[in-house]
C-alpha cells in the first residue's frame, strides 16, 4: 500500500506492506537514516520520532499508523540552515558521545521544553525516562536540555522587548 | 619556563585547544544532525540481507537441517548452514584467546542463540520471515550451567569435538609467590575472607554488531564496513581464516554507536556475510538484533572470587589470596592480551601495600555464550578492583575500623612510586591519600557518619561505601602484550599541509571518546596548530597507521604518546627548516607552541605555519621536503589511573529498596587532555557501574535458558534511576608518558560498583550482613534484612 | 524482529469496526495505542490475518464528568490521564498511576482501554480499575454491555470481553464524600513492568468513618486481583493504624504471587502488605483533607 506522511514539513510517499514499523519506513523507504534502532523490545527510544508533535517509539508504531499525520525527525530539526536551540544545547555541554541515542534525545527535549519552557532537572530526567544511553550518564543531557530552555527563555525576551 | 596566566594568554590556550582545554567536540557536526554514519545506515547497490537462525536449545545435536521452505520463499537468495562452510574449512574459526569457535554449528550446538544457519535475502523481512521457516532437527543433550557443574567428574563434556578431550577444562594461571604468601598467612594475626560472584552482564552498546561485506568478484576486493573496535587487527585475522589476500580487504570502522569491548571479537555473523558476499557476488549486511546481542555476543565477567587477606596484629595486611574460577562459555574467546588467562587480574593488591600475594585462576567451558573479557574491564581490572574493595570492606567491618582509616593504613605511600607489586606490576604514579582527603572534603564524610549513627539509633538503614581502586590500563609493551600474535603497540600518522593544516590518522578507534578532538588537541599542544585545523581520522584501515584498536582505556597512554611523539618528530624537522629561513644554527632554534625563534630573538618569529609552507617551497640542501610522520609507539609501562569512590545510600525495610543519595567521585587520570570529555567518560562509566551493582544481570535456568536476553530483563538504568554524579579531580601525572596522561575510559566502572555496594553492607553490617551479590536486587535486601529479624 | 504479514484496515466508523470483528472473529486483532499489540506481533506471539486500527474512529477519547460517573473513552492516552490534573481529590489513585505506566513515550501511544483489555497482569489499570469500582462499556454488532471491573479479568491475558466486541467506554462511579486513594509501584527501573503494585480508593463519611474501600492488586497473581476481605475488613471502620495493619495482612493474604527473577513469593507477597498498609494511610489522609 501506499503510505504518504507530512516528513519534516513536506510530503513524503513510497510502497510499503501495512506490517512496515514507521522507523523501517523512515530509514529504508524513505532513506533517512538519522533515527536509529537500539532494541527488538520497545525500551531503549533510540527510534523516538515526534508525532504530531508528540515523542513517540517509531519502533512501535507501523507506519500506516502515521498516514496523513505530521512526522518530524532529527533531521527536521534544523530550520533553514540554523540550528535548534536542543542542538545547539547538545553541542554546548557535551550531551552526546557516540551519537546514537542522540537523535531521540533531542527530539524529547525539543517537545519537553515546548509544553514545559522551564523544567526542573526532575522533570527533565522523567520526561527522557523512557531514552536510554549507555554514554554519557544522562549528567549532560540534562545540562544540555537545561541549555536548550535557557536559550529560547532568552530568545523570547529579546523578542519580547 | 612561566606560564603566562593573563587573560589574553587564556584566551590564546583555548582558541588553541591545546591540552587542558575543555573545547567542544569537533566531531559533533554530523551527530547532532543525524548524520552519524553507523554501519546499518550503509547501503548499497545490490545489496542482500542476512539474517540469523539460531539454536533455542543451550545443548543438543544437530541432526539435520531442512532449508527447503524458506528457500521458496521469494526473494531469498541462499541458506548457509555448517555444513557449506565446512566445504570451504570456514565452519571453524580461531578465537582471540587461541581457542576455536563455530561459525555455524555443524555437530552440535553449544549455547542458547548459537548461529546454526543465515538465510540471505534481498530484504530484512523477507530473510526474516524465511529464518523462522528454517527447520533443525535437534535432540536436546543435557546442559551444563555453571563452570562448577562444568569441571564435576562426568559432567557432560561440551567440546567433544576436540580430539580427547574428556573434561570442561579450559586453563589454569598462576601470578604471584605462593611461597612468600602461604607464608604471610601462617604467620597471620588474623585472617579476613569474602567469597564472591561478579555476574555475567553486558556492555550492551546502544548500537547493536554488524557488517557490511562487499566483495567485488572483478577485482577480488574485499570492502567490509564493519562494527570494529579493532579494524588492522580483524583485516589481519580475516585474512588468515577466510584466506583472503590481506592487502584486497579493506575494512572500514565507521561510527560506532558505543563499543564498551562488544565490538572487539570476532562474530560468527561477519564471516558468514563476508563468505556469502564471496559466493554470491553481490554485498550482504548483517545488523543483529538486541536480542542476538545480548544472547550470543561478548559478555563480561562471570566471575566465582575467593579472597582472602592476611593481616599482621596491627591490622596492616601482609598477604593476599585470591582464587577465581572463570565462566568462558562455550569456546574460549576472550579479547585479552595471549599471555594473561586472567588478563590483568594480578592488580588485585590495588592500592594497598601488600607484601606477598598470590593469584590462582581456572577457567571452564558451560553451555553459554562465548566470552568474559568486556564491558569496560581492562581486562578483567574490573572484577579484581571489586574482589579488593569488598574484601577491604569486610576487613574495616572485622576490625571495627573506619573503612577510610583501614584504607589509610594500608595505601602505598606517594613516596613509594614507582612501586613494585607482589604481583608483578610496577605502578608509575600515585597519591592515594591525596584523593581520598579530596572525596572525605566533598562528601562530607564526617558529618554523614553522625547522621548514620542517628539513624541507626532510630533503626533507620542508611549506608556510605568507599572504594579507592587502582587500575591499570595502557597495553601495552610489545614483549608482554600482544592480541592473537599481534603486539599491542600503536600508531600516529601526521601530515601537515603547506598552508599550515594538518591530518592525523590513528590506529586507535573511538566509539564515542571523542578522538577526533582529544587527539588534536595533543598535535594543538605539541605543534601550536590550532586543534581545529588538524583533522583526525580513525577506522579505515586503507588510510590508518597499523594498530590495535580501542578498548582497555588504552587510546591516550598508547595511541596518544604515538601522537605526541610524532608531533614531535615534526616539531624537531621545523627546527631544521627554521635553521634555514633565519640562516641560524639549529642547535639555537627554540620552539614555543607553534613559533619558531633564534636564541635572544624572541620577537623575530616564524610560525609553524610559515614552516609547513617552507617544508614544500624552501628548504634546506638534503633535506626532504614535506613535514609527515609516523609513529609506532611501544609504552615502556601500563599506566596506573587511580581515585576514591563514595557512594550515601538509605535503605527502604519494607521493600529493600536501595537509593542512592550521594556519588561522589574522585578520579586521578593524570594529565587530562579535555576535563569535560574526561568527566564525560567517567559519568558513563559510573551509570555502567550503578546498573552493574543494581539491576544488570544475564542468568540462566537450568536448563540453559537465557535470562536477560532482550531489554525487558537486561535492564539500562534511565535518566531517571541514575545518580547525580559529583566529580573531583586530583593530577598525578604518568612519569614515562610523553604528555603525562594515563587514560580513563574504564575508570568509573573499575571502581564504582564495589563502591555502591560497600555503601549497602555498611547499611547492614552491624546486623550482621556482611555480603550480597551482584546485582543488589530489593528482594535480596529485603531477603537479607529478613533473615536477621528486620522488618517494617 | 518484525511482525509476520498481515492485511489492515481502519475504518472511520465503530459500526465498520463491529461488522468487521463478527466477520473475522479470532483471525482479527484490534489496534489502538499499538503499545502492547505492536511488540506481540514483532515477536511473532500474535499473527493475526488482519489487524483492524480504530484509530480513526471517533467518540473514543476524552475524560468527562456526567451523572455522579467520571467517564474515560477507551482510546484516551494514558498520558491525557497524567494530565488530567481536575481529577486531583476525586480519583487519586489514577493521577498516581497514569504516569507510572512503562515510560513517557508509551504512554503518548498507548491506550487505558487498550492496556485493559490486553489484561497482563502486571499491568497497572486492571488493579486501579478494580479499586475504584469501574465499569467498561463494551460494544459488538449485536449491542451493548456493562461489565463490571470486578471479575472482569478472569486470567492472564485473559477478560470477559467477547472476540466480537470492543470496548468503548471506562465509566468510574464518583459519589458525594471524601474520596483519597494512591497507586504505589514497585519496579527495578522505569519502563519496568511492576514486580508488586497496589491499588488504594477509599471514601470517608461524614463521621469520618469508611463508607467504601476498593484495594487492587497488580503483577501478584495470574490477573489483577481485588483484596475483597481486606476491603471489608474496612468498611464501616474508624480509621486507625490497627484496622490499616489488619487490612493490609489481608490484602497480603489475598495475593498469589510467583517466585521468579523480581524475588520470592513471600516477599511479593510482603511488599504487597507493606505497600497496601502506606497506601491506606495516604489515602486517608487525603481523604481526611479533602472537602465533600
Sequence with gaps: MKITVNMNGAERSAEAEPRTLLVDFIRTKLGMTGTHIGCDTSNCGACTVLLDGRPVKSCTVLAVQAEGRNVTTVEGLATGGKLHPIQEGFHAEHGLQCGFCTPGMMLVGAALIESNPHPTEDEIRWGISGNICRCTGYMNIVKAIQHAAAANAAEKTAGVA | ???????????????????????????????????????????????????????????????????????????????????????????????????????????????????????????????????????????????????????????????????????????????????????????????????????????????????????????????????????HAHRTLFAIVAGLPEEKIRIISPDLGGGFGNKVPIYPGYVVATAASLLI???????????????????????????????????????????????????????????????????????????????????AYTNKAPGGVAYRCSFRVTEASYLIERLVENIAV??????????????????????????????????????????????????????????????????????????????????????????????????????????????????????????????AEELGIPASDIEVREGDTDNTPFGLGTYASRSTPVGG??????????????????????????????????????????????????????AYTNLPEGLEAGLEGVTYYDPPNMTFPFGTYMVVVDIDKGTGQVKVRRMVAVDDCGVRINPMIVEGQIHGGLTEGFGIAFMELITFDDEGNCIGSNFMDYLIPTAWETPRFELGATVTPSPHHPIGAKGVGESATVGSPAAYVNAVIDALSHLGITNIDMPVTSDKVWAALRSKGVTE | MFPAAFDYTAPGALDEVLSLLRQHGDDAKVLAGGQSLIPLLKLRFAAPVIVIDIGRVGGLEGIRRENGHVRIGARTRHRDVESASDLRGTLDVLLDAAPLISDPLIRNMGTVGGSICHADPAGD???????????????????????????????????????????????????????????????RKIGDFASVATAVHVVLGGDGRITSAGIGLCAVGAQSIKATAAEAALVGQAPSDEVIAEAARLAGEAAEPKADIRGSAEYKRDVARVFVQRGLHTAINRAQGATA
Design chain 2, 1 to 231: 619556563m612561566a606560564v603566562d596566566t593573563t587573560e589574553a594568554a587564556e584566551a590564546a590556550r583555548q582558541a588553541m585547544g591545546g591540552i587542558g582545554v575543555s573545547l567542544a567536540r569537533k566531531e559533533d557536526a554530523r551527530f547532532i544532525h543525524g548524520q552519524g554514519h553507523y554501519v546499518d545506515d550503509v547501503v548499497l547497490p545490490g545489496m542482500l540481507h542476512m539474517v540469523v537462525v539460531r539454536s533455542p536449545h543451550a545443548h543438543a545435536r544437530i541432526r539435520g537441517i531442512d532449508s527447503s521452505a524458506a528457500m521458496a520463499i521469494p526473494g531469498v537468495i541462499a541458506v548457509v548452514t555448517g555444513e557449506l562452510l565446512a566445504q570451504h574449512k570456514l565452519a571453524w574459526m580461531p578465537t582471540l584467546s587461541g581457542d576455536t569457535q563455530a561459525v555455524l554449528a555443524t555437530d552440535k550446538v553449544r549455547f542458547q542463540g548459537q548461529e546454526v544457519a543465515c538465510v540471505i535475502a534481498e530484504t530484512k523481512y523477507i530473510a526474516e520471515d524465511a529464518a523462522a521457516l528454517v527447520s533443525v532437527d535437534y535432540e536436546p543433550l543435557q546442559a551444563v550451567t555453571t563452570p562448577q557443574q562444568a569441571l564435576e567428574p562426568g559432567a557432560p563434556v561440551i567440546r567433544d569435538e576436540k580430539e580427547g578431550k574428556t573434561d570442561n577444562k579450559i586453563y589454569h594461571w598462576e601470578a604471584g609467590d605462593a611461597a612468600a604468601t602461604d607464608a604471610a598467612f601462617a604467620r597471620a594475626a588474623k585472617v579476613v575472607k569474602l567469597s564472591t560472584y561478579y555476574p555475567r552482564c553486558h556492555p550492551s552498546p546502544l548500537e547493536t554488531c554488524g557488517c557490511v561485506a562487499d566483495l567485488d568478484p572483478v577485482t577480488g576486493n574485499a570492502t567490509i564496513y564493519m562494527t570494529s573496535q579493532a579494524p
Design chain 2, 561 to 614: 604518546a604515538a601522537t605526541a611523539v610524532v608531533a614531535r618528530k615534526l616539531r624537531d624537522k621545523g627546527k631544521l627548516i627554521a635553521a634555514h629561513l633565519f640562516e641560524a644554527d639549529v642547535a639555537d632554534i627554540e620552539f614555543d607552541h607553534g613559533k619558531y625563534s633564534v636564541k635572544g630573538s624572541p620577537d623575530n618569529v616564524k610560525t609553524i605555519q610559515d614552516i609547513a609552507f617552507a
Design chain 3, 125 to 187: 489499570w486492571g488493579a486501579v480499575m478494580l479499586a475504584v469500582g469501574a465499569e467498561f462499556v463494551v460494544r459488538s454488532a449485536g449491542g451493548e454491555r456493562v461489565l463490571p471491573a470486578a471479575g472482569f479479568f478472569e486470567g492472564p491475558f485473559t477478560t470477559g470481553l467477547h472476540s466480537d466486541e470492543v470496548m468503548t467506554e471506562i465509566r468510574i462511579p464518583v459519589g458525594t464524600g471524601r474520596s483519597g486513594g494512591t497507586y504505589l509501584k514497585l519496579e
Design chain 2, 398 to 523: 572485622e576490625l571495627g575500623q573506619d573503612p577510610v582509616t583501614t584504607r589509610l593504613n594500608n595505601f602505598i605511600p606517594p613516596e613509594a612510586f614507582p612501586y613494585h607489586s607482589a604481583a608483578g606490576f610496577d605502578y608509575d604514579s600515585g597519591d592515594y591519600p591525596r584523593a581520598m582527603r579530596v572525596a572525605l572534603d566533598m562528601l562530607g564524610y564526617d558529618e554523614l557518619r553522625k547522621e548514620q549513627a542517628e539513624k541507626r539509633a532510630r533503626g533507620e538503614l542508611m549506608g556510605i561505601g568507599v572504594a579507592s581502586f587502582t587500575e591499570v590500563v595502557g597495553a601495552g609493551k610489545g614483549k608482554d602484550y600482544d592480541i592473537a600474535g599481534l603486539r599491542m603497540f600503536d600508531s600516529a600518522e601526521l601530515r601537515i599541509h603547506p598552508t599550515g593544516k594538518g591530518i592525523l590518522k590513528l590506529g586507535v578507534k573511538s566509539q564515542g571518546q571523542g578522538h577526533e578532538t582529544t587527539f588534536a588537541q595533543i598535535v
Design chain 2, 281 to 363: 557476488g553481490r554485498p550482504v549486511k548483517w545488523v543483529e538484533d538486541r536480542t542476538e546481542n545480548l544472547i550470543s555476543t561478548g559478555f563480561a565477567r562471570d566471575y566465582y572470587m575467593d579472597g582472602e587477606m592476611a593481616l599482621d596484629e596491627n591490622g596492616k595486611f601482609i598477604g593476599l589470596r585470591a582464587h577465581l574460577l572463570s565462566d568462558n562459555g562455550a569456546f574460549f574467546a576472550d579479547a585479552q592480551p595471549t599471555k594473561f588467562k586472567a588478563g590483568l587480574f594480578h592488580i588485585v593488591t590495588g592500592s594497598y601495600d601488600i607484601p606477598a600475594a598470590h593469584i590462582v585462576a581456572d577457567g
